[in-house]
Nanobody, 114 residues
């Protein structure tokens, strides 16, 4: 069974930065489109960034210019660099294939607050 483990979240002030990591087992990320998703309390999970097998990237309008998705094929890790964080970025962040698998990791909590 595929396992996805997210890490790197935390509490950060508005304008700050965080880098999230996603490690996988029983899956080779470079073979798939991978996405970072987030879910804020009371809201539906949304896709915020995608990286294709070829390395092309796409972003939700809400994070464009501030977030960068990348992939380290040798380490089999997908990253999400988040800069200029805003309070509305507060959410639990998950990685998954795009379209997603039915199973999800625990996610990593990002809280942006002063």
């Amino acid at each position: 069974q595929v396992q996805l483990v997210e890490s790197g979240g935390g509490l950060v002030q508005p304008g700050g930065s965080l880098r999230l990591s996603c490690a996988g087992s029983r899956i080779i990320f470079s073979f798939y489109r991978m996405g970072w998703y987030r879910q804020a309390p009371g809201k539906q999970r949304e896709l915020v960034a995608v990286i294709t097998r070829e390395g092309s990237t796409n972003y939700a309008d809400s994070v464009k210019g501030r977030f960068t998705i990348s992939r380290d094929n040798a380490k089999n890790i997908v990253y999400l660099q988040m800069n200029s964080l805003k309070p509305e970025d507060t959410a639990n962040y998950y990685c998954n294939l795009e379209p997603s698998l039915d199973s999800w990791g625990q996610g990593t909590q990002v809280t942006v607050s002063s």
